[in-house]
């Protein structure tokens, strides 16, 4: 087990460099220089020349990017953002208590709800249970989740009053920013279980379970479910390593301070540290959590956990 | 597949047809596709539909609420919502549709090769799409469409780039699962040319998972165009594209929530009758999913 976590976490070193050189490719292509955006327009063409050259950006392609490589994988520092000098690395860990307390409320929000729905529709397919609840899933999932949090502000916030507009603090403004989030999460959690299980509903060991005289709900949670799970479970990871690289519009309209924000006005304000080492940050967290997806498919599912056992025991052998 | 065994004998039907009359018995498919192409219909003879020109400004007629005159009211420059909505049509459908057709074509022809000649080509092609994926597609939508800009073509390679991996994986994979069918063999006895077995035999036989994940891939695509021009990337206003005209809308919401209500009631509709007609277009290419 532990070998095969080091040898994924060594697999990731390649693919970060990849992503290192892509994302440093992408800014170096974009239009607009840095010096000029941060000077404003009346600074002097003179004004303009010394800072591009304190920036370091008239050196070639190369140079740059060894120099970049070299100060994250080397010193390991991200740089200093052009617009307010600050470290973006500290900036990154200053901001990623809100991403991830956002992140975390709304995958739970969509797991309890779209887990659920998706069972109940799968159990009564074909009844006006499961039309019904498809169709809200189908609705869901079609829904633009900035939309939807427009929509709830303006129903909760701005017209009723009972919740914050924007901004952070208590477990109360949360409460928007993640339920339209959530919409989204929930109805395609909703779909993906409906259709696992109803792939596992027919099987024999179902059937078998019924037959001994299983409780119901135990054939469904004991039997059926846990079958289903592993899809379901990439699903929920995949949103939250999504959600973990910032909700970059719910963020917006909410004001959350999050790493959503953060990437976006470093995008709009042409300042590389900030988007080369956010896009770093995303990556790794990305990767972090398909590496735990894939360790607790292990912890649910007995026939995977044999394998990693089977194969560390045959390299420790050998 | 079974169907042509069972008529073996008869008039062969082909995959189409089959998968065309299992989609008619789909109510829910037919709506949607029903909707879908009767907003395409709309969208290009938007002049002749739309009762003002989406530019066209009346300035002692802002911000009136839906009426008989303005059915879905006017902005703060007094545009019609409901004309506008109408052109918007045009920019939404044509970024969604641009957007997949370019992924699908590039991710499908980097698909066939990898699954069809493996080896180095499939390992190197694989390496690529793992680093294109380890940035969520959405960050690297954004990324892309801050390089090259606003406009309506920007924003299709921008939206198209994500997206290639999902339809080079599942190609590569029906490709590897259908490279040793007898038909195939059969194909390579008669010494045909390589790009004859792909493009002739093997394609048409791999390319069902790709329609149902094109289809819904639209509708995604229609989502994240939006999203972009709300956040101020992709297509810029005034150009009534739907989420562009979210992005105005939204700082008159508290008074004039009509700004933002329509523009997101037409980009639901439209993803939603995609989503019908691709869940159908899955059920019929695929009845074994509906037991």
Known sequence: MIRYIVKRILLMIPVILGVTWLIFTIMYFTPGDPARMLLGSDATEEEIVAKQEALGLNDGYVVRFVRYVKQVFVDFDLGNSYVNNRNVGTEIAQ?????????????????????????????????????????????????PGFWVGLLLSLLFALTLGWLPASGVGGIAYYILPCLSIGVNGCASIARQTRSG???????????????????????????????????????????????????????TIFSIPGIGTYMVSGIKSRDYPVVQGSVLYVAIAFSLIMLLVDLVYAFVDPRIRAQYQKKSKRKGGA | MRGDLKSKGFKKESMLSTTFHRLRKNRMAVLGLIFIVAMGIIAISAPLIAPYGYEEQDLYNIFSKPSANHWFGTDSLGRDIFSRIIYGGRYSLQIGFGAVALACSIGVMMGSLAGFYGGKLD??????????????????????????????????????????????????????????????????????????????????????PTIVQATMGIAQAILVAAMLSFIGLGVQPP?????????????????????????????VLAVLSLNMLGDGLRDALDPRLKN
């Open chain 2, 123 to 208: 390992l190197i092609l694989m390496r690529v799409l793992d680093v294109m994926q380890s940035i969520p597609g959405l960050l690297m939508s954004i990324a892309v469409s801050a390089t090259l800009g606003s406009g309506i073509g920007n924003c299709i390679i921008a939206l198209s780039v994500s997206t290639i991996p999902g339809y080079a994986r599942m190609m590569r994979a029906t490709m590897l699962n259908i490279r040793d069918m007898e038909y195939v063999e059969a194909a390579r006895s008669v010494n045909a040319k390589d790009s004859r077995i792909i493009f002739r035999h093997m394609l048409p036989n791999a390319l069902a």
């Open chain 1, 95 to 143: 901001r990623f208590p809100y991403t991830f307390r956002v992140a975390a409320i709304s995958v739970v929000i969509a797991v309890l709800l779209g887990m659920p729905l998706g069972i109940m529709a799968a159990v009564n397919q074909y009844t006006w249970k499961d039309n019904f609840s498809m169709l809200l899933a189908l609705v869901g999932i079609s829904m």
């Open chain 2, 239 to 267: 150009t009534p594209e739907w989420g562009a005209m979210l992005s105005e809308g939204r700082n008159y919401i508290r008074d004039y929530p009509h700004l933002v209500l329509f523009p997101g009631l037409a980009i």
């Open chain 1, 197 to 251: 299980m109803l792939e596992v509903i027919r099987q024999d060991y179902v059937v078998t379970a019924r037959a001994k005289g299983q409780v119901e709900r135990k054939v469904i949670y004991g039997h059926a479910l846990r079958n289903a799970l592993i899809p379901i479970i990439t699903q929920i990871g995949t949103m939250f390593g999504i959600q973990l690289s910032g909700a970059m519009v719910a963020e």
